[in-house]
T-cell receptor, first 114, second 111 residues
Framework: AQSVTQPDIHITVSEGASLELRCNYS??????LFWYVQSPGQGLQLLLK??????LVQGIKGFEAEFKRSQSSFNLRKPSVHWSDAAEYFC????????????FGSGTQLTVLP | DVKVTQSSRYLVKRTGEKVFLECVQD?????MFWYRQDPGLGLRLIYF???????EKGDIPEGYSVSREKKERFSLILESASTNQTSMYLC??????????FGSGTRLTVV
């Protein structure tokens, strides 16, 4: 069965510092991988996705992620964090099942210090 | 801009009431999903549908049912609301290669 692990429940960084959020997955074939962001009280917004090809993918809001098959990882990065990046971040893998469901990680809460 | 619209942002209902949460998407997506989100538990799949009138149970279907009479609409029904169903409910739709598009969520409080 597929699974996603986000080892860090909560991360705190200072504004302007670099950021890396970790995601490890378990999947039987070549996965599709996603990162979503959720601001307080809102739904989830897609940041970026990986299907195939270049293992470094660019997303919205200056985020990027790198797929490393050997490490079963898809870590999210940003070179310089802004206060508005404070949110919860979810990694997801899929698809599988009759409706091509995704499996989500438990999320990482990001706090940005001024 | 494509959208998934959830009819209510906030709802307060009484224990024992029948509650309807509505979700409409304008993207002609086949697949639609209902999740609930609780602190420390992440997103848990309640029900999903891959076609009109088709539905399947997710991980936590107890106390819920769904209806999909039209492709664009997927309704979640709480047959008899209980306080442990107080939660944030998220609807999503998808095509195979595009991941999910989520609605803004409905925060339901059952008193």
């Amino acid at each position: 069965a597929q699974s996603v692990t986000q080892p860090d429940i909560h991360i705190t960084v200072s504004e302007g510092a670099s950021l890396e959020l970790r995601c490890n997955y378990s999947y039987g074939a070549t996965p599709y991988l996603f990162w979503y962001v959720q601001s307080p009280g809102q739904g989830l917004q897609l940041l970026l996705k990986y299907f195939s090809g270049d293992t470094l993918v660019q997303g919205i809001k200056g985020f990027e992620a790198e797929f490393k098959r050997s490490q079963s990882s898809f870590n999210l990065r940003k070179p310089s964090v802004h206060w508005s990046d404070a949110a919860e971040y979810f990694c997801a893998v899929g698809p599988s099942g009759s409706a091509r469901q995704l499996t989500f990680g438990s999320g990482t809460q990001l706090t940005v210090l001024p | 801009d494509v959208k998934v619209t959830q009819s209510s942002r906030y709802l307060v209902k009484r224990t024992g009431e029948k509650v309807f949460l509505e979700c409409v998407q304008d993207m002609d997506h086949e697949n639609m999903f209902w999740y609930r989100q609780d602190p420390g538990l992440g997103l848990r799949l309640i029900y999903f549908s891959y076609d009109v009138k088709m539905k399947e149970k997710g991980d936590i279907p107890e106390g819920y049912s769904v209806s999909r009479e039209k492709k664009e609409r997927f309704s979640l029904i709480l047959e008899s609301a209980s306080t442990n169903q107080t939660s944030m409910y998220l609807c999503a739709s998808s095509l195979l290669h595009d991941g999910y598009t989520f609605g803004s969520g409905t925060r339901l409080t059952v008193v």
